[in-house]
């Protein structure tokens, strides 16, 4: 993975901005020793480690503002990190760049029932939002599987998804507000309690941009009313391509349910043996549907199911008879990550989301692909939705395996985009799947995007490296008739 | 003279010409909200009321692919035949504008319009998944996908939906759908004013009987007045008929204590929540229409400090969060936009007014200057001559 080379006017500047900095922000908000800085030095994509220039925890808006103002009069980059479990590299440090750190952001600031909204600080965890309203009956709907650490800040910035999305939502269609800072050190507020942007609408284009546009301060987002009944279903098929056909079948029936998961047979036993949540071993697929509502709804959407599933060709079949069973179905999928992890040293997660009718072609051509390479895989998807969530095995040990699981992934994300579907779902382009992008957009559509890059931070000092594969100055963006075919600025930096 | 491209190769070397011409364009769908927003006054017309069709429908996938110039009433029929819908519930304005039909569904996309279900299941931009396009440089581009869930790049359709055909000309668009629900519900409570019956609405929606939309009506409303009541907040249940039926009951307990409920079978509710979709219930006459989106349990304070100074009709949806009112007067818009400022914040926008006057008012929410000014630079990233619908949503500022 290459990054933008660093700039060694800046490395050689590294004290003078440090003082900067500490002269600007109270003490203890500045961190550049070495040994502190190390624990920022990776996201959740810990394959690629750096080290800062350089980390701030500034307190307060105003001094993060002051921060970016100060760096773009400097010509200083900035990466801004939330909680740092990012799995596709959104927040891994630059050596010539400052390090934004919204740790300090940890208050909830508003609890509002009667507009069924809660303002917080984005350095919430997603969870810790849901944890403040459930008393009353509440939650905060999009639940990355990272829910307990991640915050809301970094949830804006990816977009992040979860297991109910089919039904909820991602975090954009949960989000009524944010208090941003650009590049310039301007505050901007953007929605609030009310709906809709009224004008252009900046907080859904800043909602997945990826730390690249400006700097989330505080979040407003709605809450929803806990459904009255949750009951889970879990339905063996002896084919995956059978397994594939019945998740079309339930949404052509009408059925939007609460969450739609598929695993495949090295999924299932792995995570059998880990948690043994009884599932069955021998099916070489598992869905597991779950349906929310009132309780004459669930069982009347239970039944439709299951019918459903039985036409599909179901080789076995079982709902949850209690929150105990229905915890425990559950339990299987959400440690399929580290069920995983304990029958290889390493594995790769990927990814890509296809249309839903694509599901059966896709598991075909990843037995092909996992023969190809000569490396495993389980499947785990979120199959409502078409997103798939492929683990790659492979050694780190054995020389040549993870270029190879690379290699694999990115195949796999070439199929994806080739069945009609994206290089990411949920987990964000970042640095992990830069270089694929020409996979899925043209030149044109990424400089329009980079273009809109442009408006916000004209030098390209937020988060610089993520995202766009070649990094076009402004100046050349904003200019008309661009030649097709010829790269006019053999001098820009590809990467 | 007005250009009528019937595919995306002619509209791409319209707008090239357009571009090396610096000639600037009225951009329509087919025309039914040309009075929503700003006057535009520029060199040559574009109409998008041929290049329509739908090109890609995938029930089991929820997605419908269309070009901008569709009818809404065409894709509507489509999706029935498969029962299902467009979630956001797209309004058809005809009444307030004197229109023919629903307008385009690019027309709907490019307004950001969304009707009641808007509380629930989101707004337009929620439900645009893709989109291809020319940019006011004459070039053409592709943002998001034909899936449910995608972040692969920025999300371009947020923009673009709701951006009055001021960044760029869509030829195709993506649009997720979802299944109708078998039946609907009204439940109606009748309240002493205006607060209690926004209390009424909170009440509703804080308890687990996952309304579908929440709408006030009041005796000056116009048509759909109730009787000599001061206020009247209606709930909407829809899905399976077992659970509309189950929520019903839970549901009359909650409003009990706001006054006597009445409950609206189907037919009725969809009729009460179609005139609310549709601005039917305010006087035809009115001077002017605003809509003004604010924080729902401030609604009270702000039609009061509305009222204190002129006389207004209005009526609410988004549980409080929506106000449509009908006034006139050339302080009107002063009025509306103070009140909204000063009690909770959120935007007013101009729906409809004499030429004379729209040439006076901003329709959209003014912004505060750094705001402003990120939105000039986003517009001409897309449309550096400022050729697309200039001054629609507002004079930009032109570069040296």
Redesign the interface.
Known sequence: MLMPAPDKTTLSRRDDICAALKAMLPAGCVIDDDATMRAYDADGLSAYRQMPLVVVLPETTQQVADVLRWCRDNDVKVVPRGAGTSLSGGALPLADGVLLGLGKFNQITDI?????CVVTQPGVTNLGITHAVQDE?FYYAPDPSSQIACSIGGNIA??S?GVH??KY??T??NVLGIEMV?M?G?????G??????????????M???EGL?GVVTEVTVRIL????TQRAILVGFDTAQEAGQAV??V??A???PAGMEMMDNPAINAAEDFVQAGYPRDAAALLIVELD?????VD??LDRVGEVMQRSGSSSLRVSQSEIERNQFWAGRKSAFPAVGRISPDYLCMDG?????ALPEMLTRMSAMSQKFGLRVANVF?AG???LHPLILFDANVEGELQRAEEFGAEILRNCVDL??????????GVE?RDL?GE???E??????Q??????DPGHLLNPGK?FPLLHRCAEL?R??VHHGALPHPELPRF | MTFLPEAHEALEEFMRQA?ADKTSLHIVGTGTKEKLGDMVTADASLSLAHLSGIVDY?????IMVAKPGTRLDEITVALAEK??MLAFEPANLSFLYGAEHAGSVGGIIAA?L?GPR??SA??A??YLLGFTAV?G?G?????G???????????????I???MGTLAVMSELTLKV???PETSTTLSVKCAALAPAQKAL?AA??????PSGGAITRASSGALSLGDEPAAAHVRLE??A??V???TS?LCDVLAEFGRVSVLEQDASEALWQDIRDIRILDEAAEQVWKL?????HVSEVITAITAQTVIRFFCD?AG??IILSGAGEGLHQIVRSAVEAH??????LLRAPDTMRGAIAS??P??T??AG??D??????D??HLLNPGK?GSVSRDA
């Not at chain 1, 509502?293 to 709804?297: A, D, I, R, Y």
């Not at chain 2, 989106?293 to 349990?297: A, E, K, Q």
Request: hydrophobic share 30%.
């Open positions: 509002d029932f009667e507009n069924r009956g990816e977009n998804g999305c089919l939502g991602l954009t269609n650009t310039d301007d505050i901007l507020r953007l609030g309690k009310h709906l809709d942007a009224g004008n252009l609408d900046v907080l859904g284009v909602t997945g941009s546009l009313r806990k459904p009255a079309s079948n949404i052509a009408g059925i939007i509502g009132p309780e004459v709804e009347y959407l989301t296809i249309p839903r009718k979120h939705d078409g997103n009609g579907g994206v290089l990411t779902g949920e987990h964000g382009v799947k992008m899925m957009f043209t044109e559509d990424m400089k329009q995007q273009r809109v890059k442009c408006a916000f995202v904003g008309l008739h | 571009v995938q029930p089991e996938e929820l029962k299902q950001n969304s808007r509380i989101g707004a931009r929620d940019s440089r070039t053409s581009f592709t943002s996908s034909r899936v449910m869930k995608n972040v692969t790049g920025y999300d371009l359709s947020k923009l939906c709701g951006s979802l299944p109708r909170s929606f804080k308890s687990a009987t996952e899905g399976v077992q659970s039926a189950d929520r839970t989106s604010v924080t729902p349990s988004w969060g929506l909770g914040g959120g935007h007013a926008s959209f929410h912004q505060p750094a705001l990120l939105h630079r986003i517009r001409q990233s897309f550096p001559l949503m």
